[in-house]
């Protein structure tokens, strides 16, 4: 099994709080101890699979019968016959400490909950670097990641994404009724793979549901950290 | 069957899921929906694990449960009926059949939504079916979540008389996905009286024997092992030893003194006919069991192999403003008593929540539920009704401590029958009908009574604590000598553990922490193990501290070194009072809004505190976050400063019987489906600082449940929250709810995939699109 390690950002977890700007002293010390008992907390694990694409009619991961719906996915995957789909957990001890956090101090509860999410992010980053070292290797190139939930994929489909890759057996990983993964800092993300680089690709909030009601937009940055 | 459990090794199968692959399994399907259209093919697996020496087939129904099988048009009956005949075919007398069964795919709450009774219910259609098909056993498998586990194999105790097999799946190192620490699944399911426990898949044999060890020091039961063929290559999935590879390292079971052997992922009849070969001429050793008295929760151990602290706290005896918090439903301040003591080094929680007029055995499980969540504690379940003592029994996943029986026979015949069928350990108060005898002799001898019944209803003398009771040495001050004479008594004679509730020695005098830790020191020196006290205060943990390093637990002093090296640099200073209360809301200053309302109290009511200067502070807070000079994280450090301040309110308040403050009631929830409350927390907080009495109901609410409740309380205001689009639903049918309970209330919604439109249209009245904008609806609506 691969090993990875995991990296808090404390400039993005500000950003997920809904800070703009650079943290004041106080706040930044309190954000480095979150960091740290995030990064302590933390059981990383990954499965990945490879499927292939079929673009006859709707985008589909042919040996999986699952259809990935919307432009943007599309856009993502028209230079790639396949891709490689996985799913990131960072586990649930960081959910107890959370809990246990949330008893004693919120605002330091809502800084260990950014943390964690930008843990994940860089556990995401983590497999992608893996993945494009072993594939640029053989020359092929990779697409941006992009997880149920971006743009117009709808969410709704976590739950076929986890049981094609057997997350609750592999990595501990399942999908409550609502198609909420738990632990809940836990990601699924499909990386097209393809014979060409990938042309200029923006996420973009054009196809989000909430482009006109965007907590991060009204603060001048997207919700990926783009400067608007 | 016993006599095939008087073998030597009994073989069990291998993987069923890789041989269903090769016959033809489609990636997606469920393998038991496969099997019902081809039993032939499962027919002929169970005969090829048989015929290669397996004395036990698992049939084909490890996700046969509802939860997995709806929609598919088939009953869980149907097919673990269908399962279970074709492997006793199969069987055909030469073998037992195993009624196979694994988790239920959804997580249990605290971290999912899957409630106990809903997943008991689960495993009881399954179990119930299983045994009326004529399943032989039950094998639990490849469970993370001891909770889960635990809620299974209970349901099997109560639902069938069936032997139950279980074991878990490990990572290396120990624990589960879950966090489940070995040792806690073989305290935990061996105190449930199951027939064999051990470990399955995950990983090979040769990762899996550390961990049947570990098992194995903890449980006398019967091991089993069955192990997956090595370790998967992360790209193809393919395992990586051979037949006779994994036969060889299963070999070291016979040594380990494991009886069920097996295989799991990636093996099949050849491994078994492999593993058959090589421990035909195997011997089991035998196996020594540690005799040490073990407690513990889901994650943690507690070995009493030295003092160990139960924190007394959570206890609303003399305590008003605990009393109101459980009579106002307030868990989270019950809880955070909890993790304060957890912080302060308790090694185990006492938990009483009785308190006149309320239901005790619904609160006890409420309270546990959350405190499992919150801490890694073990909890000591403590209380005189017996009701309550169940329903906090059967809430604790892990092993608890029942306090407390004593020498009433009467008493003695409800409550050990309870500390058996769950596990767990026992207090005995030295005392009976005739109250408290005066003499350690006398107290001693009720301690005796006490043992010979705990252990003629098969509780083992490692887990009967007895406590000799100490009296107020102010009353009477040879009592102190009794007691702790009683304690040695009990300690020496009867080699049983003691535990000592430790603060009323003092009652009625001044300087009571100086006669408490020296009485405490007096009581470890003559043989208490398991005090109960405040470990908030400080003399307490460091006579324990130090008694620990003098009487040589300590090694090399490290613990007390750690504990204490830093002492003189960071003793805490004391708040600085040059801040006034504005200014310390405002910049989020804790320790300092705490000391400047306690001396505000002298000169201000509360009500005059509340309305004149924090509502003012948090609104200039609030301005400047509508305006965008500070963000949300600075926001809720106010918010948290503010509740500091609040907190010495309320408990003033309440200590001088008055009644709460409340500019009127909200309900708060999150919708049904959806578990992110960090939001909604966000939200409780600031209101209840602006002095709003608010009742939070958690989430994952039913729509019933918010309406019935705004209802009861004549709650005029109700906030929701939601932050998935999938559980937008939810959030509408709890809107119509209320509407259609005839209560007159305004709802507000607010999350974060929420829109002022979508609020419309299901009918809310406002939307809440922060913490702030709460603020001003409340206003709005209550004043």
Known sequence: MDNYSIHVDIHEAYRYMGGFGKPDNALETELIKAAELIEKAATPRVIEIICAINKTNRLELTELGIYLEGKAIRALLHDSDSCVLFCATIGGGVEALIRKWQLKNLSFTSMLDACASSAVESLCDGVEARLTQFYSAQGLFLTDRFSPGYGDLPIEIQPALCSALDTSRKIGVSVTDSGIMIPRKSVTAVIGISKNAQKHFEIGCRDCGRINNCNFRENGVTCYGQII | ?783
Do not use: W
């Open chain 2, 1 to 783: 069957m016993d006599r095939l459990f008087e073998n030597d090794f009994v073989l069990l199968d291998g993987a069923m899921g890789t041989m269903l692959q090769r016959a033809g399994l489609p990636t997606g399907v469920l393998p038991e929906l496969f099997t019902l259209e081809h039993p032939e093919i499962l027919e002929s697996i169970h005969c090829a694990y048989l015929d290669a020496g397996s004395n036990i087939a698992y049939t084909n129904t490890f996700s046969s449960n509802a939860h997995k099988l709806s929609g598919s048009g088939h009953t869980v009956e149907e097919v673990i009926s269908a399962s279970v005949s074709v492997a006793k075919r199969a069987a055909k007398g030469r073998a037992l059949v195993a009624l196979d069964i694994g988790p239920i795919g959804e997580m249990l709450e605290p971290s999912g939504t899957l409630g106990f009774d809903d997943a008991y219910e689960l495993f009881r259609q399954m179990l119930v079916a299983g045994a009326k098909a004529g399943a032989d056993l039950i094998a639990f498998e490849t469970f993370t979540d001891l909770a889960e586990l635990r809620i299974a194999v209970l349901a099997a105790k109560e639902n069938t008389t069936l032997p139950v097999f279980a074991t878990m799946s490990f990572e290396e190192g120990g624990r589960t996905f879950t966090g489940a620490l070995a040792e806690c699944f073989a305290e935990t399911i061996t105190g449930l009286g199951v027939d064999a426990i051990g470990v399955n898949c995950s990983m090979g044999p040769e990762e899996l024997m550390p961990i049947i060890r570990r098992i194995g020091a903890v449980s006398p039961l019967p091991l089993i092992v069955k192990a997956n063929a090595g370790l998967p290559d992360p790209r193809d999935g393919h395992y990586n030893i051979n037949a006779a590879e994994f036969a060889e390292q299963m070999s070291e079971c016979a040594e380990i003194g494991v009886q069920f052997i097996g295989g799991c992922c990636g093996t099949d009849p050849k491994y078994i006919s492999e593993l058959s070969n090589i421990m035909s001429t195997a011997k089991r050793s035998k196996r020594t069991v540690s005799a040490e008295t073990r407690l513990c929760s889901i994650t943690k151990l507690v070995t009493v192999d030295e003092v160990r602290i139960i924190g007394e706290r959570i206890n609303p005896t003399g305590k008003k403003r605990f009393q109101q918090a459980l009579r106002e439903n307030d868990l989270d301040y019950v809880l955070s008593q909890g993790v304060s003591q957890t912080d302060a080094g308790a090694d185990i929680l006492d938990v009483n929540v009785g308190v006149p007029g309320l239901d005790e055995a619904s609160l006890m499980q409420k309270c546990v539920k959350g405190l499992q969540g919150a801490t890694d504690m073990p909890l000591q379940i403590d209380s005189n009704d017996v009701g309550a003592i169940e329903a906090g029994l059967r809430a604790f996943c892990g092993k608890a401590i029942v306090n407390s029986v004593n020498g009433e026979e009467e008493k003695l015949e409800k409550v050990l029958p309870l500390v058996k069928k769950y596990g767990a350990a026992v207090v005995g108060l030295t005392m009976d009908e005739r109250g408290i005898p005066e003499t350690a002799e006398e107290r001693f001898e009720i301690a005796k009574r006490i043992l010979s019944a705990c252990e003629s209803f098969g509780i083992a003398k490692k887990d009967v604590f007895i406590d000799c009771l100490c009296l107020t040495v102010s009353a009477s001050q040879s009592s102190a000598l009794q007691t702790l004479k009683a304690v040695r008594m009990v300690k020496e004679k009867l080699g049983l553990h003691t535990v000592l509730g430790v603060s009323n020695i003092s009652f009625g005098l001044p300087n009571r922490e100086l006669i408490n830790s020296t009485f405490l020191t007096l009581a470890m020196e003559n043989g208490l193990d398991l005090p109960i006290i405040n470990p908030n205060v400080v003399a307490m943990t460091d006579a324990v501290a130090a008694f620990k390093l003098l009487r040589g637990f300590d090694s090399g002093a490290q613990r007390y070194v750690d504990k204490y090296s830093g002492v003189m640099s960071t003793t805490m200073s004391p708040p600085s009072v040059s801040v006034d209360i504005f200014e310390a809301i405002s910049k989020g200053l804790k320790a300092e809004a705490k000391a400047l309302t306690q001396s505000l109290l002298k000169t201000k009511t509360e009500l005059e505190i509340i309305n004149e200067l924090l509502i003012p502070a948090l609104d200039l807070v609030g301005e400047r976050y509508e305006k965008g000079e500070i963000f949300l994280p600075q926001l809720m450090r106010s918010a948290d400063a503010s509740c500091e301040a609040f907190e010495v309110l309320k408990t003033n308040i309440a200590n001088s019987g008055g009644s709460t403050v409340s500019k009127g009631k909200i309900v708060i929830a999150t919708v049904k489906g959806d578990i992110h409350d960090i939001g909604k927390n966000i939200v409780k907080t600031i209101l209840s600082n602006y002095g709003y009495q608010m009742i939070d109901l958690g989430r994952d609410v039913s729509p019933e449940a918010v309406a019935l409740t705004a209802k009861r309380e004549n709650a005029a205001l109700v906030g929701l929250s939601a932050l998935m689009t999938t559980t937008l639903p939810a959030m509408a049918e709890t809107v119509k709810a209320l509407r259609s309970s005839g209560h007159k209330c305004k709802i507000m919604v607010g999350g974060a995939v929420l829109t002022a439109e979508y609020a419309k249209e299901i009918g809310a009245d406002y939307y809440a699109k922060d913490a702030k904008q709460a603020v001003d609806i409340a206003k709005e609506v209550l004043g």
